[in-house]
């Protein structure tokens, strides 16, 4: 069974400084794809990353895979009151359907 | 920008009785996908669909749950005797390739609550 394991579950920091968010596991994936989730609603896509090594940034955020496709982290750079939420990691299988497996999520609260 | 829909937002039912939750998937999208979300739990993979078949199902996705793309545009999950423990988001999503692999895009959700 793949599991993806996060880390912290949730991290509370004051506006301006850095934050990381790790997403591990045992298992390999053909990609990892990294969801931003508001309460009561569905996970939006944020970026996807496919090859081992590969960084994505997308303005404040740094996206890596890891080089073994195992595991992945989220980088956010002077954080805003604004990047408060949930933030999911999701690994694709390497089989056919290409379904996703979901961490538990790393719920961040950025204070003013 | 395309995006998933689905109906209705919020479901109440009692249980035992049948539902049906709709989704319309994103247009030029060849795989589409159910999962669910019990309240603060993680998401949860149901079923994948592509070429009007079941593609892989999750031990979650029992004889209750059935999936049908009834038309060209319509996806919908049903499930018909609903028990308290099936009260959770439902999520559907559809995905073609791009070239960072199949990208997943998911609707709002549908609340299911059993009563």
């Known amino acids: 069974t793949q599991l993806l394991e996060q880390s912290p579950q949730f991290l509370s920091i004051q506006e301006g400084e850095n934050l990381t968010v790790y997403c591990n596991s045992s298992s390999v994936f053909s990609s990892l794809q990294w969801y931003r989730q508001e309460p009561g609603e569905g996970p939006v896509l944020l970026v996807t990353?496919?090859?081992?090594?590969e960084v994505k940034k997308l303005k404040r955020l740094t996206f890596q895979f890891g080089d073994a496709r195992k595991d992945s982290s989220l980088h956010i750079t002077a954080a805003q009151p604004g990047d408060t939420g949930l933030y999911l990691c999701?690994?694709?299988?390497?089989?056919?359907?290409?379904?996703?497996?979901f961490g538990s999520g790393t719920r961040l609260l950025v204070r003013p | 920008e395309p995006e998933v829909t689905q109906t209705p937002s919020h479901q109440v039912t009692q249980m035992g009785q049948e539902v049906i939750l709709r989704c319309v998937p994103i247009?030029?999208?060849?795989?589409f996908y159910w999962y669910r979300q019990i309240l603060g739990q993680k998401v949860e993979f149901l079923v994948s669909f592509y070429n009007n078949e079941i593609s892989e199902k999750s031990e979650i996705f029992d004889d209750q749950f059935s999936v049908e793309r009834p038309d060209g545009s319509n996806f919908t999950l049903k499930i018909r005797s609903t028990k308290l423990e099936d009260s959770a988001m439902y999520f559907c999503a559809s995905s073609a390739w791009t070239g960072d692999g199949y990208e997943q895009y998911f609707g709002p959700g549908t609340r299911l609550t059993v009563t």
């Open positions: 247009s030029n999208h060849l795989y």
């Open positions: 999701a690994g694709a299988g390497e089989d056919s359907s290409y379904k996703l497996i």
């Open positions: 990353v496919v090859t081992g090594g």
